[in-house]
């Protein structure tokens, strides 16, 4: 079972930028496709980013494109969410997931994935 782990979230004003990290407890490469999702007070989670299994493919919510960028490095392990020009609205838990899979593309759906961290805290005041 892997293990995930986010790391990064905090509070930033509006405009500020924050990156996002999530360490997994295996390798990941070539394996595992990775996801960001979100989940605000009062709402659904909801997809924010994900990348291919090699980093090949990236997706972004409408949300968050060209704000938001989603790496991978498989050294380490570890996939990256940069976050910039924040906005109140982009507040929320975000969670990542990885997903097994030889799919060479990515996937929004929450219930594609088979692993989930806790979470970590964004904040963005206004």
């Known amino acids: 079972q892997v293990q995930l782990v986010e790391s990064g979230g905090g509070l930033v004003q509006a405009g500020g930028s924050l990156r996002l990290s999530c360490a997994a407890s295996e390798r990941t490469d070539s394996t595992y496709a990775m996801g960001w999702f979100r989940q605000a007070p009062g709402k659904e989670r909801e997809f924010v980013s994900a990348v291919s299994r090699t980093g090949g493919f990236t997706s972004y919510a409408d949300s968050v494109k060209g704000r938001f960028t989603i790496s991978r490095d498989n050294a380490k392990n570890t996939v990256y969410l940069q976050m910039n020009s924040l906005k109140p609205e982009d507040t929320a838990v975000y969670y990542c997931?990885?997903?097994?899979?030889?799919?060479?593309?990515?996937?929004?759906?929450?219930?594609?994935?088979?692993?989930w961290g806790q979470g970590t805290q964004v904040t963005v005041s206004s």
């Open positions: 997931a990885c997903r097994r899979t030889a799919e060479w593309g990515t996937t929004s759906r929450a219930y594609d994935y088979n692993y």
